[in-house]
């Protein structure tokens, strides 16, 4: 399966009868599926057409459509010759040059120059032919976004993985850390108490309790499966395809509380400032995981 990202651009171009149409698709990321269509005058019936097709390449993201035509019209004008004024200027002139004495000029140009002797329409075109020719337009600006939004999620995926593997190996140093830290704290309490109680011999049973205490306050094994969990949970997600990046977002929040709470835990300057490097990582995942559809 593959990742999309929801940013891309595409262009498709179709001519016919000496026009050219221009269908452009330009898209970002945003929570929902947001289509924004720009069509000339008497191309509005296209509008469920289009909608249809862009639902087929995208599921989510803003959609920016712009639909343009140029060229010669002239198959598509009509010129029509309005008889009954053209036959009441024909009358009024013959009434004019009668009572005047005038001679007559009554030809077809004269006729002609008068307003609204001629007429010209604009004839209507075949819808159905006309989106059967429109159609490869819009498929070919659809097809070359969709390429540039998959070459952009294989880049995508390829950064997370990345960022994913710094995550899981400072996880681990973490994990590698902790009994090394356990065992200073419980060395530490040891001197503070002997220090303390001076030559007053220590009771182990008391000691051993002090150190379980203590660890049992410092213990983040849950919050360490759990982000282990998350991580083959992640993996997974983006092996699935397209429509994960919801998916993909909840589960960076769920890193992050994890990850919070074992700093929480551990007061520690080193392995705070391991925590401060998987929430550094976790936020430019998170950035990446916003343009994933």
């Given at each position: 399966?593959v990742?999309?990202?929801?940013?891309?651009?595409?262009?498709?171009?179709?001519?016919s009868?000496?026009?050219?149409?221009t269908?452009e698709?330009?898209?970002?990321?945003?929570r929902?599926?947001?289509l924004?269509?720009?069509?000339p005058g008497?191309?509005?019936?296209?509008?469920?057409?289009?909608?249809?097709?862009?639902?087929?390449?995208?599921?989510?993201?803003?959609?920016?459509?712009?639909?343009?035509?140029?060229?010669?019209?002239?198959?598509?004008?009509e010129?029509?010759?309005?008889?009954?004024?053209?036959?009441?200027y024909?009358d009024?002139?013959?009434a004019?040059?009668?009572?005047?004495?005038?001679e007559?000029d009554n030809?077809?140009?004269v006729?002609?120059?008068?307003?609204?002797?001629?007429?010209?329409?604009q004839k209507?075109e075949?819808?159905?032919?006309l989106?059967?020719?429109?159609?490869q337009?819009?498929d070919?600006?659809?097809r070359?976004?969709?390429t540039?939004r998959?070459?952009?999620?294989e880049?995508?995926?390829?950064?997370?993985?990345?960022r994913l593997?710094?995550?899981?190996?400072t996880?681990?140093?973490?994990e590698?850390?902790?009994?090394r830290?356990?065992?200073?704290?419980e060395?530490n309490?040891?001197?503070?108490?002997?220090?303390?109680?001076?030559?007053?011999q220590?009771?182990?049973?008391?000691?051993?309790?002090e150190v379980?205490?203590m660890a049992?306050k410092t213990d983040?094994?849950?919050?360490i499966?759990?982000?282990?969990?998350?991580?083959?949970?992640?993996?997974?997600?983006?092996?699935?395809?397209?429509?994960i990046?919801?998916?993909l977002?909840?589960?960076?929040?769920?890193?992050?509380?994890?990850?919070?709470?074992?700093?929480?835990?551990?007061?520690?300057?080193?392995?705070?400032?391991?925590?401060?490097?998987l929430?550094?990582?976790?936020?430019k995942?998170?950035?990446?995981v916003?343009?994933?559809?």
């Amino acid at each position: 399966m593959v990742v999309k990202s929801m940013t891309g651009f595409g262009r498709g171009k179709i001519e016919s009868g000496g026009r050219v149409w221009t269908v452009e698709t330009k898209c970002v990321n945003h929570r929902y599926l947001d289509l924004k269509m720009k069509l000339p005058g008497g191309y509005s019936f296209l509008e469920e057409k289009i909608r249809k097709k862009v639902s087929i390449f995208h599921h989510r993201g803003r959609v920016d459509l712009f639909l343009g035509v140029s060229g010669d019209f002239t198959d598509l004008t009509e010129v029509k010759a309005n008889l009954v004024l053209a036959r009441g200027y024909r009358d009024a002139l013959n009434a004019l040059s009668t009572e005047f004495g005038l001679e007559e000029d009554n030809s077809t140009a004269v006729l002609a120059s008068y307003p609204d002797v001629l007429i010209r329409e604009q004839k209507k075109e075949d819808l159905d032919e006309l989106w059967s020719l429109l159609e490869q337009a819009f498929d070919d600006a659809l097809r070359s976004c969709d390429t540039m939004r998959r070459q952009e999620g294989e880049n995508l995926v390829a950064d997370l993985l990345g960022r994913l593997d710094i995550f899981t190996k400072t996880l681990d140093t973490i994990e590698n850390t902790l009994p090394r830290l356990l065992e200073m704290r419980e060395k530490n309490l040891q001197e503070r108490l002997q220090k303390l109680l001076g030559n007053v011999q220590l009771d182990p049973v008391r000691l051993v309790q002090e150190v379980a205490v203590m660890a049992d306050k410092t213990d983040v094994t849950e919050e360490i499966v759990r982000l282990r969990c998350h991580i083959q949970q992640f993996q997974l997600f983006l092996k699935q395809g397209p429509g994960i990046g919801r998916k993909l977002d909840f589960l960076i929040q769920e890193f992050l509380r994890e990850v919070n709470t074992l700093a929480s835990k551990i007061n520690d300057a080193t392995i705070a400032h391991h925590t401060v490097e998987l929430k550094s990582e976790l936020e430019k995942m998170r950035e990446q995981v916003q343009n994933i559809e």
